[in-house]
């Protein structure tokens, strides 16, 4: 494998379902993103982890809870979710600041909730 | 408050040269990104622009003017195969990467 892999590539839940979603970076990268992408909105940064340190956005609900085990993987684990989170979940990686460098994306998962 | 603006959508013909603009208003600025995003696919990096000018890849270019605060990404001898969005993204004083909505082109025979 190369680049940035997220699994699956496609999701379905009902609101009282949990899930996770797995990114995987094969980059020797030290920092890794969740975003979320909503048709005709602008990517809506979600975490942020760098030298697997957590940087929060406070305005992300608690139903998405992030977790780095290492540098390499990053996981967004789902829990009663709304049929509004359905969306593009996309997982990137960089090496140093994303002002100044390039992210590198996943595939994305297409997530719908029921 | 910190605002990108784009197209939302653009036509253009095969073997054309087309200009996508963006506008940006951010505390501060940091630098300014384009990336390209085919349908259902991953967004990939174009290019990165931090002092005025432009900046000059194979058939695309990128130019940023940063008293203006505007940034067009151009494209030319346009093919089939660059029908997709483009995202213009800029870094703010707060180390923050503020992204446009995007800029779906529609690229006709």
């Known amino acids: 494998e190369t680049g940035v892999t997220q699994t699956p590539r496609h999701l379905v839940m009902g609101m009282t379902n949990k899930k996770s979603l797995k990114c995987e970076q094969h980059l020797g990268h030290n920092a890794m993103y969740w975003y979320k992408q909503s048709a005709k909105k602008p990517l809506e940064l979600m975490f942020v982890y760098s030298l697997e340190e957590r940087v929060e956005n406070n305005s992300v609900p608690s139903r998405f809870s992030p977790e780095c085990p290492n540098s390499s993987h990053l996981f967004l684990h789902l829990h009663t979710l709304q049929p509004e989170d359905s969306a593009l979940y996309l997982c990137?990686?960089?090496?140093?600041?994303?002002?100044?460098?390039?992210?590198?994306f996943g595939p994305g998962t297409r997530l719908t909730v029921l | 408050g910190q605002n990108i603006d784009q197209p939302t959508e653009m036509t253009a013909t095969e073997g054309a040269i087309v200009q996508i603009n963006c506008t940006y208003q951010t505390s501060g600025f940091n630098g300014l990104f384009w990336y390209q995003q085919h349908a259902g696919e991953a967004p990939t990096f174009l290019s990165y622009?931090?002092l005025d000018g432009l900046e000059e890849k194979g058939r695309f270019s990128s130019f940023l003017s940063r008293s203006k605060g505007y940034s067009y990404l151009l494209l030319k001898e346009l093919q089939m195969k660059d029908s997709a969005s483009y995202l213009c993204a800029v870094g703010d004083s707060n180390y923050q990467l503020i992204w446009g909505a995007g800029t779906k082109l529609i690229i006709k025979p």
């Open positions: 622009n931090v």
């Open positions: 990137a990686s960089s090496q140093g600041d994303i002002t100044y460098n390039e992210q590198f």
